[in-house]
Structures are given as structure tokens and as C-alpha cells.
């Protein structure tokens, strides 16, 4: 899967955790840049990844991602194991 599929796809994840049909993300996005990304929204966002590209993250996995750059690069390597 190339890293645009996988920006494709969590687009949508983003748009329904975070109730935003608008919203497009970036490699540099953050939780500072998307109005209510807080702790809740962010386990909901990463329960949805999990679900959506059919992987699990383990709690070192999460806390390591800065952005969402990262983010797409930890999914490419699960799918690649």
C-alpha cells in the first residue's frame, strides 16, 4: 500500500473521528492543528486506525508518532509485516 492510499484512507478515518467532512491532513498535522484532538479523541483516532487498515499498535507504537507523518509511516510497516 503507498503512503497516498494510506493518506487516502485515514482522511476518512480523520473526517469521521473528528466530525470534519472538510478536513485534509498533512505529514506535519498534529494535535495542535485539529480543533478537538484531545486524549479521548485520540485513542477513538487510533482505535479507528487499528480498525480500518486491519493493525494494532502497541503503547510504544502511539507514544512515538509526533505527527501524522509518522503516523502513515508506523501503518506502511505494519502492513509490510
Do not use: C, Y
Not at 22 to 33: G, P, R
Not at 42 to 70: P, T, W, Y
Amino acid at each position: 500500500m503507498t503512503a497516498d492510499a494510506i493518506k487516502h484512507q485515514l482522511t476518512d478515518i480523520f473526517r469521521d473521528v473528528f466530525n470534519d467532512p472538510t478536513l485534509e491532513i498533512t505529514d506535519e498535522m498534529t494535535a495542535d492543528d485539529v480543533d478537538g484532538w484531545d486524549s479521548l479523541t485520540h485513542i477513538n483516532m487510533i482505535l479507528g486506525v487499528e480498525q480500518g487498515f486491519g493493525i494494532r499498535f502497541s503503547i510504544k507504537d502511539v507514544r512515538a508518532m509526533r505527527n501524522v507523518g509518522e503516523l502513515v509511516q508506523a501503518i506502511a510497516k505494519k502492513r509490510a509485516n
